[in-house]
């Protein structure tokens, strides 16, 4: 067993509290669930590992050896026991008699639901023999940096031989190989050709460890890890060694301005055939390697491990800029780089496809590098995009520690080579080995892979859009905010009662999750505010599909009687306001360059002539011409639209107990002064369904509904028109 007093980076995190209460399989969760939780360790849904236990079949009762192992498309770090399939150890080894060779071996994926243990619905990945056929009860396979980077080097083969004898072990080596059957035929024979094998490195790809229990398999694997660690950190500490070749440029310090600045161009150019949903990252280490000599040439050179480039694709958009210069330059260079990378993909994909691959994919890149500034990651949720930048940042460490276990050595043996690919198709630099184009497009345009996409559940209607609502923390715009997100929508909620749109930001966390969504303070009277509320989303999430407002202000006064100051406030918010918001947020849709939408709220008052109320129903007619002033002013790329809802009193910040008040009294409705706040609403709201159609009151649900119809796709057609929520509302009727 491992000795973790030797340990300098990573932790023993194993509780014997804890584990102490839990059966075999949760000893499996719990390991599961420690090795995730460091990014160091293993990557977001990378790596996978098992265990072999008994259990009594439900068939006939006897006690069968049983593998339990991650199941496909799990995560270490949050698996719960149902992530795992199970597998009759013995019908699994048993297939290897049936295996028709490498050339047919996809076909085993349909054999393993015929093995499966207990009518388990998780289904078993294509790692699956990679487990089973490894003779040791649990077995860890993951992808830390250290591991890859000594997997993907050029005189990696050699260098795991010194680490064993540095370190006492007896790890093997074998070279490249796509997961699947054959590579657990490979790993059952080196395991079998080296006694006292305690690892194996997979060229290109990654590490297996094992123990003979859950607490040994994991100690073993993080002391290994830590090991590679300490072994990799010396050799890139050595006299006269600079990581990538050392800076060729300097950062900006003001980065995350350019950042901010460029991210709406960015987003919509990779956004033309689909949306996406952006991040951005200056971290040291990305700093480091978007500045170096060396980046432009690693980073063409693509990522190695097959689990960086599913998401990252076969290599980033690199942009050839200098930092030093005006950064109003790198619109042109994006868009050159993008036509180059484009028709690379175009070019690899040609090359590569068989009759039955699935179709092209989007050509976009999901990672931008531009020295000076940082990395740009891109997928189809902040979630996604998040990881992707992750994952390269862990490509970064691999090919770090490839160069530094390469300092000061020219290898030209490719020990990754082997029957999957010669020496011949793989491409190197620095001692960092990629992996070859045919194999990462075996990987990416596998019709495992593709069955795997297909299995997803459609996107919804609002999937891959970004919606600013301002004014949604109360009301219609609560309501709004809770909708999109229910359609699939990713959510900033601002409004200047800061408090309120926290609150309804933690309430749209329940449904979409925390990070979709996001809250910020604005006044819409005042530009600067408004320009930082939209420069807050576009950090969060890259840029601004759907602008909605439904702030408003209805003026009221114990004595009835409107002040000057009133009045010019009313059509300062009503009307002045929504022209500021939506000129600011006009140069941020001019610069995504893709089909955007507005929709301002106003009311059936702008059309109902009444008494007491001129500077709200002077203000809102203001505002319904306005939707359709700028509708023509901002046509063809973005659409504006507006609503007209009758009173809506339920869940209004416009109808305080006050105002309430007085217009019972108006109305000479009954009444009692010991009713809640919520109860005198209904009675008013009841009021006003009676003078309608439909005697429904307007909730803001209704109002919420037109609204995402208006913002929505489905009304991509539609622009310069409000709809009436006012329940039939004749006196609204248009002469």
Same mark, same amino acid.
């Given at each position: 067993?491992?000795?973790?007093?030797?340990?300098?980076?990573?932790?023993?995190?194993?509780?014997?509290?804890?584990?102490?209460?839990?059966?075999?399989?949760?000893?499996?969760?719990?390991?599961?669930?420690?090795?995730?939780?460091?990014?160091?360790?293993?990557?977001?849904?990378?790596?996978?590992?098992?265990?072999?236990?008994?259990?009594?079949?439900?068939?006939?009762?006897?006690?069968?050896?049983?593998?339990?192992?991650?199941?496909?498309?799990?995560?270490?770090?949050?698996?719960?026991?149902?992530?795992?399939?199970?597998?009759?150890?013995?019908?699994?080894?048993?297939?290897?008699?049936?295996?028709?060779?490498?050339?047919?071996?996809?076909?085993?994926?349909?054999?393993?639901?015929?093995?499966?243990?207990?009518?388990?619905?998780?289904?078993?990945?294509?790692?699956?023999?990679?487990?089973?056929?490894?003779?040791?009860?649990?077995?860890?396979?993951?992808?830390?940096?250290?591991?890859?980077?000594?997997?993907?080097?050029?005189?990696?083969?050699?260098?795991?031989?010194?680490?064993?004898?540095?370190?006492?072990?007896?790890?093997?080596?074998?070279?490249?190989?796509?997961?699947?059957?054959?590579?657990?035929?490979?790993?059952?024979?080196?395991?079998?050709?080296?006694?006292?094998?305690?690892?194996?490195?997979?060229?290109?790809?990654?590490?297996?460890?094992?123990?003979?229990?859950?607490?040994?398999?994991?100690?073993?694997?993080?002391?290994?890890?830590?090991?590679?660690?300490?072994?990799?950190?010396?050799?890139?500490?050595?006299?006269?060694?600079?990581?990538?070749?050392?800076?060729?440029?300097?950062?900006?310090?003001?980065?995350?301005?350019?950042?901010?600045?460029?991210?709406?161009?960015?987003?919509?150019?990779?956004?033309?055939?689909?949306?996406?949903?952006?991040?951005?990252?200056?971290?040291?280490?990305?700093?480091?390697?978007?500045?170096?000599?060396?980046?432009?040439?690693?980073?063409?050179?693509?990522?190695?491990?097959?689990?960086?480039?599913?998401?990252?694709?076969?290599?980033?958009?690199?942009?050839?800029?200098?930092?030093?210069?005006?950064?109003?330059?790198?619109?042109?260079?994006?868009?050159?780089?993008?036509?180059?990378?484009?028709?690379?993909?175009?070019?690899?994909?040609?090359?590569?496809?068989?009759?039955?691959? @699935?179709?092209?994919?989007?050509? #976009?890149?999901? !990672?931008? /590098? $531009?020295? =000076?500034? &940082?990395?740009?990651?891109?997928?189809?949720?902040?979630?996604?995009?998040?990881?992707?930048?992750?994952?390269?940042?862990?490509?970064?460490?691999?090919?770090?520690?490839?160069?530094?276990?390469?300092?000061?050595?020219?290898?030209?043996?490719?020990?990754?080579?082997?029957?999957?690919?010669?020496?011949?198709?793989?491409?190197?630099?620095?001692?960092?080995?990629?992996?070859?184009?045919?194999?990462?497009?075996?990987?990416?345009?596998?019709?495992?892979?593709?069955?795997?996409?297909?299995?997803? @559940?459609?996107?919804?209607?609002? #999937?891959?859009? !970004?919606? /600013? $609502?301002? =004014?949604? &923390?109360?009301?219609?715009?609560?309501?709004?905010?809770?909708?999109?997100?229910?359609?699939?929508?990713?959510?900033?909620?601002?409004?200047?009662?800061?408090?309120?749109?926290?609150?309804?930001?933690?309430?749209?966390?329940?449904?979409?999750?925390?990070?979709?969504?996001?809250?910020?303070?604005?006044?819409?009277?005042?530009?600067?505010?408004?320009?930082?509320?939209?420069?807050?989303?576009?950090?969060?999430?890259?840029?601004?599909?759907?602008?909605?407002?439904?702030?408003?202000?209805?003026?009221?006064?114990?004595?009835?009687?409107?002040?000057?100051?009133?009045?010019?406030?009313?059509?300062?918010?009503?009307?002045?306001?929504?022209?500021?918001?939506?000129?600011?947020?006009?140069?941020?849709?001019?610069?995504?360059?893709?089909?955007?939408?507005?929709?301002?709220?106003?009311?059936?008052?702008?059309?109902?002539?009444?008494?007491?109320?001129?500077?709200?129903?002077?203000?809102?007619?203001?505002?319904?011409?306005?939707?359709?002033?700028?509708?023509?002013?901002?046509?063809?790329?973005?659409?504006?639209?507006?609503?007209?809802?009758?009173?809506?009193?339920?869940?209004?910040?416009?109808?305080?107990?006050?105002?309430?008040?007085?217009?019972?009294?108006?109305?000479?409705?009954?009444?009692?002064?010991?009713?809640?706040?919520?109860?005198?609403?209904?009675?008013?709201?009841?009021?006003?369904?009676?003078?309608?159609?439909?005697?429904?009151?307007?909730?803001?649900?209704?109002?919420?509904?037109?609204?995402?119809?208006?913002?929505?796709?489905?009304?991509?057609?539609?622009?310069?028109?409000?709809?009436?929520?006012?329940?039939?509302?004749?006196?609204?009727?248009?002469?």
């Amino acid at each position: 067993m491992a000795n973790t007093k030797g340990l300098r980076f990573l932790e023993d995190r194993w509780d014997e509290a804890v584990a102490a209460k839990l059966d075999e399989p949760e000893l499996l969760r719990y390991r599961s669930n420690l090795l995730g939780s460091d990014l160091r360790i293993t990557n977001f849904g990378g790596g996978n590992t098992s265990s072999k236990l008994d259990q009594v079949d439900p068939v006939d009762g006897l006690t069968k050896k049983i593998l339990w192992v991650k199941g496909s498309g799990g995560d270490l770090g949050s698996i719960k026991r149902a992530g795992f399939a199970t597998l009759y150890m013995d019908k699994l080894l048993a297939l290897e008699k049936v295996y028709r060779g490498v050339e047919l071996e996809d076909e085993m994926v349909e054999m393993y639901p015929l093995v499966t243990f207990a009518n388990n619905p998780t289904a078993a990945s294509i790692d699956t023999p990679l487990h089973g056929f490894l003779p040791f009860a649990h077995v860890d396979h993951l992808h830390p940096d250290w591991g890859i980077a000594l997997a993907a080097s050029a005189n990696g083969k050699i260098k795991m031989e010194e680490f064993n004898k540095e370190f006492g072990h007896k790890l093997a080596w074998l070279p490249w190989q796509r997961p699947g059957f054959e590579l657990g035929m490979m790993l059952k024979n080196i395991v079998a050709e080296t006694p006292g094998c305690d690892g194996v490195v997979l060229g290109g790809h990654g590490l297996f460890t094992w123990g003979d229990t859950q607490r040994e398999s994991y100690l073993n694997t993080i002391t290994i890890i830590d090991q590679l660690g300490q072994f990799i950190e010396r050799h890139g500490s050595v006299a006269g060694h600079v990581h990538f070749g050392g800076a060729a440029v300097e950062s900006r310090a003001d980065r995350k301005e350019v950042a901010l600045a460029i991210t709406p161009h960015l987003r919509g150019v990779v956004s033309r055939k689909q949306r996406w949903i952006g991040s951005f990252s200056d971290l040291p280490q990305v700093l480091e390697f978007v500045n170096s000599a060396q980046a432009e040439k690693l980073a063409h050179l693509g990522t190695s491990c097959p689990d960086h480039f599913i998401r990252t694709k076969i290599r980033p958009m690199y942009i050839k800029w200098n930092p030093a210069g005006d950064p109003t330059e790198l619109k042109e260079l994006i868009e050159t780089a993008l036509e180059t990378y484009r028709a690379e993909y175009a070019e690899y994909y040609a090359k590569h496809a068989l009759k039955d691959s @699935p179709a092209l994919r989007d050509a #976009s890149p999901t !990672v931008v /590098l $531009i020295p =000076g500034v &940082g990395m740009f990651s891109f997928g189809k949720n902040k979630t996604e995009s998040r990881i992707t930048g992750e994952f390269y940042t862990n490509a970064i460490g691999v090919m770090q520690g490839a160069g530094s276990l390469g300092a000061g050595v020219n290898c030209s043996d490719i020990p990754q080579a082997g029957p999957a690919a010669a020496a011949s198709e793989f491409k190197t630099h620095a001692n960092y080995v990629a992996l070859p184009a045919s194999e990462a497009f075996r990987i990416e345009y596998w019709k495992l892979e593709e069955a795997k996409i297909r299995r997803q @559940p459609p996107e919804k209607e609002l #999937s891959r859009r !970004v919606a /600013l $609502i301002v =004014g949604g &923390g109360s009301g219609i715009g609560r309501e709004v905010a809770l909708l999109a997100a229910e359609r699939g929508a990713h959510v900033v909620i601002a409004d200047r009662d800061v408090k309120g749109a926290e609150a309804v930001a933690d309430e749209v966390k329940a449904i979409v999750g925390k990070e979709a969504v996001s809250w910020t303070s604005i006044d819409i009277r005042d530009r600067k505010a408004i320009k930082a509320a939209l420069d807050a989303t576009i950090r969060q999430f890259g840029g601004i599909d759907i602008l909605i407002n439904t702030a408003a202000l209805f003026p009221s006064s114990p004595d009835g009687i409107i002040t000057d100051a009133q009045w010019a406030l009313t059509l300062e918010v009503n009307v002045t306001a929504n022209y500021l918001l939506t000129d600011e947020a006009s140069h941020l849709f001019t610069g995504q360059g893709i089909d955007a939408s507005i929709v301002l709220t106003s009311s059936a008052n702008a059309v109902v002539a009444k008494r007491g109320s001129e500077a709200y129903d002077v203000s809102k007619a203001a505002l319904s011409h306005l939707v359709r002033e700028l509708a023509v002013t901002y046509a063809p790329l973005v659409r504006v639209n507006g609503i007209s809802p009758a009173t809506v009193v339920k869940g209004s910040t416009m109808f305080p107990r006050d105002r309430v008040i007085a217009s019972l009294k108006k109305y000479k409705l009954p009444f009692e002064e010991t009713m809640t706040d919520d109860e005198l609403r209904n009675v008013l709201a009841q009021f006003y369904a009676t003078r309608t159609l439909t005697h429904q009151p307007i909730d803001p649900k209704d109002c919420a509904q037109a609204i995402l119809f208006l913002a929505g796709p489905l009304a991509r057609c539609t622009t310069g028109h409000l709809i009436p929520v006012d329940g039939g509302l004749t006196e609204a009727y248009l002469r």
